[in-house]
């Protein structure tokens, strides 16, 4: 079958609000002649409820950057699916190798954001992808393997919204893209294990992204690839120029 593409910018941790309502509108309008692919974007926290509102009736989905995996509960600083859901999101990415390092999210906690995030309804984006000393030791497929057989633990069966990213984490803001066939052969191998784990029609279904600096510049060929449903764009998607540009590859 064919998969609908899906573009995705996360924002991570930048722009005021003034800045960030300035660019989803920007999006809006610069996608409203798009009708063959899903475009989203991951605002910081603080934004996701003025920005639904700004793009209220739009083609623009909207998804939250992480999540906790309780409903409710003394945990200072967090922010639940239920909290995430009331303010329009759609979407969540979870287990972004940002969380995975620098907070030290494990695949346990993973595994619960995932489970709890497909019970609430919402849209899982499950980010896997090695270091740069992984890959140089021949162990890209074993740490994705292990990522995902950890993310989806708690989980027996996962919808056909379920989505994947996978973000080498050594192109990860750096500058150094995967090359369209390396990436193309860790997106093959990952569609291979959900056909295995899950079935052939349920990884038919599946969207794979690629995320680790993605460009303009590159975004067509690595779209080219069999097994590469779209992208996870981190600083790119910052200017609605430059992420319009990657909408339209």
């Not at 709890?116 to 740490?143: H, S």
């Not at 989806?152 to 984490?169: C, G, H, K, Q």
């Amino acid at each position: 079958m064919e998969r609908r593409p899906l573009i995705a910018g996360n924002w991570k941790m930048n722009l005021s609000l003034r800045d960030a309502i300035s660019l989803a509108k920007d999006i809006v309008t610069g996608i409203l002649d798009i009708e063959d692919r899903d475009v989203l974007i991951a605002p910081p926290f603080p934004f996701l409820y003025p920005i639904n509102k700004a793009i209220e009736g739009s083609k623009l989905f909207l998804g939250a950057q992480n999540m906790h995996w309780e409903e409710g509960g003394a945990f200072t600083g967090e922010v639940s699916g239920l909290m995430i859901r009331d303010v329009g999101c759609t979407h969540v990415i979870i287990g972004h190798s940002e969380r995975r390092i620098i907070f030290k999210e494990t695949d346990e906690m993973i595994a619960k954001k995932v489970k709890k995030a497909i019970d609430l309804g919402l849209y899982p984006i499950l980010c896997v992808g090695e270091r740069l000393e992984e890959r140089e030791d021949g162990k890209t497929f074993e740490v994705v393997k292990n990522q995902l057989e950890g993310g989806l633990s708690l989980i027996d069966e996962i919808p056909d919204t379920f989505i994947i990213a996978y973000e080498p984490v050594w192109a990860i803001g750096t500058g150094h893209t995967a090359t369209p066939s390396q990436a193309q052969e860790v997106h093959s191998f990952i569609r291979k294990w959900i056909e295995e784990r899950y079935g052939k029609e349920k990884a038919s279904f599946i969207r794979i992204l690629y995320g680790g600096s993605v460009k303009p510049e590159n975004i067509k060929e690595l779209m080219a690839e069999e097994d590469i449903d779209g992208a996870l764009v981190g600083g790119a998607s910052l200017k609605v120029d430059s992420f319009l540009k990657i909408v339209r590859f």
